[in-house]
């Protein structure tokens, strides 16, 4: 089964709305989340590392303003993409790991920006 | 820069035989690979992971090959089914958990019967 649930599948919104995307670990605690993200026939590309507790670790070129992470507790970690414009459509998956184990990924949100 | 490769977009292969999905990655502290098995809309399922104190790790019809100096890691499948038919993607990091993936394109498998 899912260990790791991810909250809308898809959401299709008008420009400069804000979405909110969920990704809770079912089975587990964990500590760290990440988030990635995939465009058409492209690799997924990390984005961010997300801490319980702390701030996330963006990648380079990701702006932390504009896609806003919490991770409030082990299950669950948040993405905000804030004013989201027609370039943000695209492909956003979280994942859970633990040391010496595997990451498992959600389901993944297709995000459309009309 | 891509660090991880999978240079072959597509593969078709017909039920019973064997399926080789390869990758060829560029970073030499990567030190944990793995396979991922994704359908349309939903996320990547783990297959299989091997670590590089290994040269191979086998799991059912599964089997993953490390030859550490080639950098380039393969899948083997055998027998395929069409139920194998799926996007492959290769990734690696420099451990296990709880450190970011890096990953390949994707190779699209279709297994015929």
């Known amino acids: 089964g899912a260990v790791v649930s991810q909250h809308p599948s898809r959401v299709i919104c008008k420009s400069g709305t804000s979405v909110k995307i969920e990704c809770r670990s079912l089975?587990?605690?964990?500590?760290?989340m990440f988030w990635y993200r995939q465009f058409p026939k492209q690799s997924l590309m990390l984005m961010a590392t997300?801490?319980?507790?702390?701030?996330?670790?963006?990648e380079q070129g990701v702006e932390k303003d504009k896609f806003l992470i919490n991770h409030a507790s082990l299950t669950l970690s948040t993405l905000t993409v804030t004013s989201a414009h027609p370039e943000d459509s695209s492909f956003y998956i979280c994942?859970?790991?633990?040391?010496?184990?595997?990451?498992?990924f959600g389901d993944g949100t297709r995000l459309s920006i009309l | 820069d891509q660090q991880v490769k999978q240079n072959s977009p597509s593969l078709s292969v017909q039920e019973g035989r064997i399926s080789i999905l390869n990758c060829d990655y560029t970073?030499?502290?990567?030190?944990?690979f793995l396979w991922y098995k994704k359908y349309p809309a939903e996320g990547p399922t783990f297959l299989i992971s091997?670590?590089?104190?290994?040269d191979k790790n086998e799991d059912g019809r599964f089997t993953v090959f490390l030859n550490k100096s080639a950098k380039h890691l393969s899948l083997h499948i055998v027998p395929s089914q069409p139920g194998d038919s799926a996007v492959y993607f290769c990734?690696?990091?420099?451990?296990?958990?709880?450190?970011?993936?890096?990953f390949g394109k994707g190779t699209r498998l279709s297994v015929i019967a």
């Open positions: 089975d587990f605690q964990a500590t760290t």
């Open positions: 091997i670590s590089s104190i290994k």
């Open positions: 970073n030499s502290m990567f030190d944990y």
């Open positions: 990734a690696a990091s420099y451990n296990s958990g709880n450190t970011p993936l890096v």
């Open positions: 994942s859970a790991g633990r040391q010496g184990e595997p990451q498992h």
């Open positions: 997300s801490n319980e507790g702390s701030k996330a670790t963006y």
